[in-house]
């Protein structure tokens, strides 16, 4: 069971962009999916990107067009590039791997979007 460490995350104005890491301590490359959550105080945490094995990708609506998950096999390590940044996107963004049947999760990274 891999371990996940999120970074790149930090305090921004609206409409700029981040790039969040995901690395794991093992190799990524059978799983499937890996995924991207997110949790704002008060809410529940929720899905906001996936990505399988073979580089499929699928998003949650509200983040579709401004995110794009990619992974890099070769560097163990899933991204969330986003782009056009608002306040609704603040929220503790956490890495999600599934390995047949376990569940890894990250600790977490901060994103907090000025207005």
């Known amino acids: 069971q891999v371990q996940l460490v999120e970074s790149g995350g930090g305090l921004v104005q609206a409409g700029v962009s981040l790039r969040l890491s995901c690395a794991a301590s093992?190799?990524?490359?059978?799983?499937?999916?890996m995924r991207w959550y997110r949790q704002a105080p008060g809410n529940q945490r929720e899905w906001v990107a996936s990505i399988t094995s073979g580089g499929g990708t699928n998003y949650a609506d509200s983040v579709k067009g401004r995110f794009t998950i990619s992974r890099d096999n070769a560097k163990n390590t899933v991204y969330l590039q986003m782009n056009s940044l608002q306040p609704e996107d603040t929220a503790v963004y956490y890495c999600?791997?599934?390995?047949?049947?376990?569940?890894?999760w990250g600790q977490g990274t901060q994103v907090t979007v000025s207005s």
């Open positions: 999600y791997a599934l390995q047949g049947t376990k569940v890894s």
């Open positions: 093992g190799s990524i490359n059978n799983i499937n999916p």
